[in-house]
């Protein structure tokens, strides 16, 4: 055991007062017979009346014998009795005499074995030639048939004695008996090392301690250990799942071979949890730095903006928070609308993320289980997704110990109707987070951990989901290029005003911008409830840029080829009407003028009529209607949707709800209601 006063050296550093200068570190003269034992240097801080020999300090640090090993750089304790011993001993010499076996770590190699000693071993093998016994993980010997005067059997328990060891490695044993002797167990002396360093130990044995933060079962159990330094994946090849009583946010230790594949990993010989004081400091440590490496990089907001400068502390929060995520391998989970606004920003934190997941993670899988991309075709977090996110989950936790994760909500998450999906995610432990532009309402801070919202410092929705979440994104991780995001964002919402600076800053017209927002919309909407990233991906210049400009202009045509057929169609069952408050109010009835389960969907295809007729009135709202819904688009009208949603709760016993923008929004109801709850909305707008 190496000497811990000295650690293996033999020696220590000591320091004493200068017997020069008796202490005071300054000299009147000295002696020119030590001219030659002193440097230059030296020689001209004794003329300056400074002591040469200690420097001006008063004392000299010289080096001893270490006392507790007496030199050899080895001692510890006896592992029976804990008598001090010297030298490279595990037994004092009263404790040599009794009975004893040694039974090896799995750390242990060949060179640490000792010829004549007795071990401890598992029998593994029955043979022709003799009887395998295990004596770790690592080691294997043969006790030869001639050896052997008793029958033996497989996972049988056995002492041996190590009688030679060959040049080509294989061990020879022989079988011993004793009755009661006392087993001592022999861990192999290696350097503990910080996860930032083990690359330079390749092949070698090596000691790691940090926090477990995630566990995956393929066909070896692979840990993912963090320090305060860095990441590693530690693999443990056994059948079923290795250490059982390892759990993520353990702290352990983890002895193991440092191999590369891919990336530098740890094929792990040993591990055991940490307690105690030992644990403490390493978890104190790893939280101190992972506090650090979260702090988000601003390097300005890519236009100018108030707003933004007023939103920037929580964008900052949201930052970190996700980087800290990433670090902490905490699954994120981001929920977005499916209109073009919507996968702008969702796409946009999903490639922030995923780039530093694939930088920093040391399992090259992560990104596919850290980050996910989900898409919401409500305008708001409803049931039908929090069940499918929050089962997965609850999967994940059971199967690998995943942690509950962060919900991102980008492009919904505002309204009073998220509450619901939002709370019941709570009840497992998840955090949520919007990214929202839609009209907010107080009631649903309560359950969110941030809330982005241009309304809340005196914005409004032109400050798109997309823009929030491309300036978000760019926090996360300002090496990724998203401002062609921003701009599809900005034209697919239709936004005005100072943030339409973003399309000038992606290089491409508005009418280019405007067919990737189609594309995105028509693909999204046949992929239905699929995110198909690599589809989205590649419709956003994140592939090839010949395929992408092929498969934009492709995809745009098929959506403008589908919405002017609808809209031809949709405009012969438009009702025309003019309120006593001069609103014009037109009807669209899309049940019986529109194709259903087609592009363009109900919205979409309410707005491109409104656009079409808008410019004839000066204030007019056009509501398109179905079964057991209607859209509501309006211009130069004062709306409040969300106000108007909650009259019409408390008004009419006709399941009412939904939301939106102020003045662009949808309600859903029962059916057999639908003539009184559409009566009542043109009533209430003739009101305005």
Same mark, same amino acid.
């Given at each position: ?27 009147? =003269? ?27 300090? +008063? ?25 001090? !011993? ?25 060179? #640490? ?74 861990? /192999? ?11 330079? *130990? ?46 993520? @946010? ?9 191999? /590369? ?13 940490? $307690?105690? =004081? ?8 790893? %939280? ?125 998450? =505002?309204?009073?109707?998220? !509450?619901?999906?939002?709370? %019941? ?20 801070? /309560? ?5 982005? @919202? ?7 929705? @032109? ?17 990724? #290029? ?14 005005? +005003? ?37 589809? !989205? ?10 395929? %992408? ?7 745009? &045509? *098929? ?28 009807? $669209? ?28 009135? #000066? ?29 019409? %709760?408390?008004?009419?016993?006709? +399941? ?18 639908? /003539?009184?709850?559409?009566?009542? $909305?043109? &009533? ?5």
């Amino acid at each position: 055991m190496i000497c811990k006063r000295c650690e293996g050296k033999g020696y220590i550093e000591v320091e004493e007062i200068c017997k020069v200068c008796n202490g005071t570190g300054k000299a009147k =003269s000295f002696d020119p017979k030590m001219t030659s034992e002193l440097s230059k240097e030296q020689i001209e801080m004794f003329l300056k009346g400074i002591c040469g020999a200690c420097r001006g300090t +008063g004392k000299i640090k010289r080096l001893v014998i270490c006392n507790e090993c007496k030199g050899t750089g080895k001692a510890g304790r006896c592992k029976i009795c804990g008598a001090k !011993i010297v030298g490279d001993h595990d037994l004092c010499s009263n404790c040599k005499k009794k009975p004893h076996a040694y039974l090896l770590r799995n750390s242990c190699g060949i060179e #640490d074995l000792r010829l004549n000693r007795i071990y401890v071993g598992k029998v593994s093998a029955v043979t022709d030639i003799g009887v395998f016994v295990q004596l770790n993980k690592r080691l294997r010997g043969l006790i030869h048939k001639r050896n052997l005067k008793d029958e033996l059997k497989e996972e049988e328990t056995v002492l041996v004695r190590v009688a030679s060891i060959r040049p080509s490695g294989e061990i020879d044993l022989t079988l011993e008996r004793m009755d009661d002797y006392v087993v001592i167990e022999i861990k /192999k002396d290696v350097p503990i090392v910080k996860i930032s360093d083990i690359e330079g *130990y390749l092949g070698k044995v090596v000691e790691v301690r940090g926090k477990v933060v995630h566990v995956k079962l393929t066909k070896a159990t692979v840990f993912t250990i963090v320090d305060e330094t860095g990441s590693v994946n530690a693999l443990a090849f056994e059948d079923e799942r290795a250490y059982p009583e390892i759990d993520v @946010n353990d702290i352990v230790s983890i002895v193991g071979i440092v191999r /590369k594949r891919e990336k530098v990993q740890i094929e792990v010989l040993e591990m055991e949890k940490l $307690l105690g =004081s030992e644990a403490y400091e390493i978890q104190r440590s790893i %939280q101190r730095e992972l506090e650090r490496r979260s702090e988000p990089t601003f390097v300005g907001f890519l236009i100018e903006s108030e707003i933004l400068e007023r939103l920037k502390p929580e964008m900052m929060a949201v930052a970190k928070e996700l980087r800290k995520a990433v670090f902490e391998s905490r699954p994120i989970i981001i929920r977005h609308h499916w209109d073009a606004d919507g996968v702008c920003g969702g796409v946009a934190i999903e490639r922030a993320l995923m780039d530093l997941v694939e930088r920093f993670h040391p399992d090259p899988e992560a990104k596919y289980y850290l980050v996910r991309r989900r898409i919401s075709r409500a305008p708001f977090y409803e049931l039908e997704d929090v069940v499918k996110d929050l089962d997965e989950s609850l999967e994940d936790a059971e199967r690998y110990g995943d942690k509950i994760p962060i919900v991102v909500l980008v492009d919904n998450g =505002s309204g009073i109707e998220d !509450i619901p999906a939002i709370r %019941q995610f709570l009840t497992f432990g998840a955090d949520v987070i919007t990214i929202d532009h839609h009209y907010p309402d107080d009631e649903v801070d /309560k359950y969110l951990l941030y809330h982005i @919202n241009p309304y809340k410092v005196g914005g409004d929705s @032109n400050y798109t989901a997309g823009i929030l979440s491309v300036e978000i994104a760019r926090m996360i991780n300002p090496d990724v #290029d998203l401002r062609l995001l921003a701009g599809v964002s900005v034209i697919g919402d239709k936004a005005e +005003g100072e943030v339409e600076k973003y399309v000038e800053l992606t290089g491409l017209s508005r009418d280019e911008l405007q067919d990737i927002a189609l594309a995105l919309e028509f693909e999204g909407f046949y992929l239905r409830f699929r995110p198909s990233s690599y589809i !989205i991906h590649e419709i956003l210049g994140f592939g090839r840029k010949d395929r %992408q400009k092929n498969l934009v202009e492709m995809l745009s &045509s *098929y959506a403008k080829e589908a919405i002017e057929s609808q809209v031809r169609t949709a405009m012969e069952g438009l009702k025309v009407q003019e309120l006593p408050n001069g609103i014009v109010l037109v009807a $669209l009835d899309l049940e019986n003028y529109s194709r259903r389960f087609t592009f363009p969907p109900p919205g979409k295809l309410t707005g491109e009529v409104h656009d079409r007729i808008k410019s004839r009135y #000066d204030r007019i709202v056009t509501i398109g209607y179905g079964p057991d819904f209607a859209v509501i688009r309006s211009e130069g009208v004062e709306l409040d949707i969300p106000r108007l949603v909650r009259e019409l %709760q408390e008004e009419v016993n006709a +399941g009412v709800e939904g939301g939106g923008h102020l003045i662009v929004g949808s309600i859903k109801f029962i059916p057999a209601k639908r /003539k009184e709850v559409l009566a009542r $909305l043109a &009533s209430k707008i003739g009101s305005i």
